[in-house]
């Protein structure tokens, strides 16, 4: 059996491959039925051998390639190969997949080809709301918006907070519960940074921004959150501007402890004109973040001078 693993979501191709390695060698010793080698010249007869050859000892071998994009003409002859009617697998691992390629086309064509291919922002809602039918926990609808800015077209990431989640025991999921979910020390200081960006302090958002870019922050991750935090502040002020009083609203939101002080005195501090321009003015951010067009924490700067007047 021949089998290729590849795609720009690498997560889910390493994951592929450990369940793989697991389901294949499930009753074979690893020492002698894990072949690793790589798509490099030099491994290529040996991996001709492998593929035609009976294994010495009984037992299912797992053949891994590595890099099999160097291959190249290797692949076709791999697929021509006739069965050697044993039931050892080999696994063919993309680094890089390019579905253009006429060999890839081949593994595609002839049904042996697994391609992850990473989706694009705008359908990461529904990956996301289709994901969560599976889980045991029910989630709140500004949780919902959070989740879906931090993961942005990370599914690996999605992977490892609903894990998280679960491991929790948490039941019902809201915002607050969400700050305490995020691996690592920098997802915690976005949060701290989107509070700052909403009250609009200039200079403890500038130091913060300095301080994200020094832990190698994702800029885009970055621009997710304070965007979930200014659609929110706007959402509320528009309520507030209807009739409903603010602790009614930062009520329905689910907004308490220290997101309540900040969405409280944010709320205030800017009219609702205000605060669709700062949303405005932030999305604008957006594209040449995504197009890689000179520094994205340059932009960053840029932008958050331009929304926090204090």
Not at 80 to 101: A, H, P, Q, T, Y
Not at 160 to 183: D, H, K, N, W, Y
Not at 253 to 282: I, N, P, W, Y
Request: charged share 30%; glycine share 6%; proline share 4%.
């Amino acid at each position: 059996m021949l089998i290729a693993l590849g795609g720009d979501e690498r997560d889910s191709v390493l994951e592929r491959r450990a369940a793989l390695r697991s389901e294949v060698l499930s009753e074979s010793n690893p020492s002698f039925h894990h072949i690793k080698l790589s798509g490099t010249e030099a491994d290529v007869p040996r991996l001709l051998n492998e593929v035609q050859s009976f294994p010495l000892l009984p037992g299912r071998r797992l053949i891994e390639v590595s890099e099999a994009e160097k291959l190249q003409g290797d692949i076709a002859r791999l697929c021509e190969l006739k069965s050697n009617e044993s039931d050892d697998v080999l696994l063919l691992v993309f680094n890089k997949w390019d579905g253009r390629k006429k060999t890839e086309k081949l593994l595609k064509k002839t049904g042996v080809a697994e391609v992850f291919v990473r989706p694009k922002e705008h359908e990461m809602e529904q990956v996301i709301r289709a994901r969560l039918r599976n889980c045991t926990f029910d989630i709140s609808p500004d949780a919902l918006e959070m989740l879906v800015s931090i993961v942005g077209v990370e599914r690996g990431r999605l992977e490892r907070i609903i894990e998280r989640i679960e491991l929790s025991g948490e039941q019902s999921v809201s915002a607050e519960v969400m700050e305490t979910m995020f691996p690592g020390q920098t997802t915690f200081d976005l949060f701290r940074f989107a509070r700052l960006v909403a009250v609009g302090k200039q200079q403890p958002v500038l130091n913060q921004l300095t301080q994200l870019e020094s832990e190698h922050a994702d800029p885009q991750a970055v621009l997710n959150i304070v965007l979930w935090q200014l659609r929110q502040l706007l959402t509320i002020k528009a309520e507030v501007s209807e009739g409903l009083s603010i602790g009614q609203a930062l009520k329905k939101h689910r907004v308490f402890g220290d997101r309540q002080h900040s969405t409280r005195k944010a709320v205030e501090r800017f009219s609702f004109e205000a605060h669709c321009k700062r949303l405005a003015r932030m999305s604008e951010a957006d594209k040449p973040i995504k197009m890689k067009i000179g520094s994205a924490w340059t932009w960053l700067t840029r932008y958050m001078i331009d929304i926090c007047p204090y």
